[in-house]
Nanobody, 123 residues
């Protein structure tokens, strides 16, 4: 009922920038919280940034001041602008959305994850 498509990952040198996008489609009624997570090799997945439906944001200490999360509610898209990238930012990045959607005429709620996009920062 809901599909997420991520884009924007890639290889960048330290100090560079990337912008990730996560677009949701389907029988969506509304999206509450939108999150970006990341998982580096051999490490647990960690929450990087959060944006609520009203626009309030929160960031992990490791990215605060360098990353900016934003959303376009008209397009059901969440972005992650990543500046001043460091090699330790290398990871697979996943979006996760708290979605209310229609299924068989019922309004349901669930958390949906993107497929992940690789971000590699070289030193």
């Amino acid at each position: 009922q809901v599909q997420l498509v991520e884009s924007g990952g890639g290889l960048v040198q330290a100090g560079g920038s990337l912008r990730l996008s996560c677009a949701a489609s389907g029988s969506i009624f509304s999206i509450n919280v939108m999150n970006w997570h990341r998982q580096a090799p051999g490490k647990q997945r960690e929450l990087v940034a959060t944006i609520a439906s009203g626009g309030n944001t929160n960031y992990a200490d490791s990215v605060a001041g360098r990353f900016t999360i934003s959303r376009d509610n008209t397009k059901n898209v969440v972005y992650l602008q990543m500046n001043s990238l460091k090699p330790e930012d290398t990871a697979v990045y996943y979006c996760a959305l708290d979605v209310k959607y229609y299924s068989n005429d019922f309004l349901r709620r669930g958390t949906y994850w993107g497929q992940g996009t690789q971000v590699t920062v070289s030193s």
